[in-house]
């Protein structure tokens, strides 16, 4: 299996509307990539860094969990410019991406 990341840096002046997020842009993520073979999502909300009182890097981190790769580069491939133009509706942070294999 396979989850990719998406990281929205905790960056000065950086917005993010996690209304939207879940409600609407994860749920455009279900409709689209579920059929395609995403397993599941997970959102995570930044609250702080490893410091006491440090600021958490990221406001946000949002998980796709896959079968294999190339499911996730179909569906990618299919529908990620309709989900990469929904991102200025709840960010104006630019959008990390990380694939990883999920070893344990």
């Known amino acids: 299996m396979i989850r990719v990341t998406v990281s929205y840096a905790n960056t000065p002046g950086g917005k993010f509307d996690f209304d939207y997020y879940l409600n609407k842009h994860m749920k455009l993520v279900h409709d689209k990539f579920g059929p395609m073979g995403l397993v599941k999502t997970e959102v995570e909300k930044g609250l702080a860094g490893g410091a006491p009182g ?7 981190l949002g998980h796709m969990v896959f079968n294999s790769i190339e499911d996730f580069l179909k569906a990618n491939e299919a529908h990620g410019g309709e989900l990469g133009a929904d991102v200025p509706n709840f960010t104006n942070i630019e959008p990390q991406f990380q ?5 344990a």
């Open 99 to 103: 694939v990883s294999e999920i070893v």
């Open 54 to 60: 440090a600021p958490a890097p990221y406001v946000a």
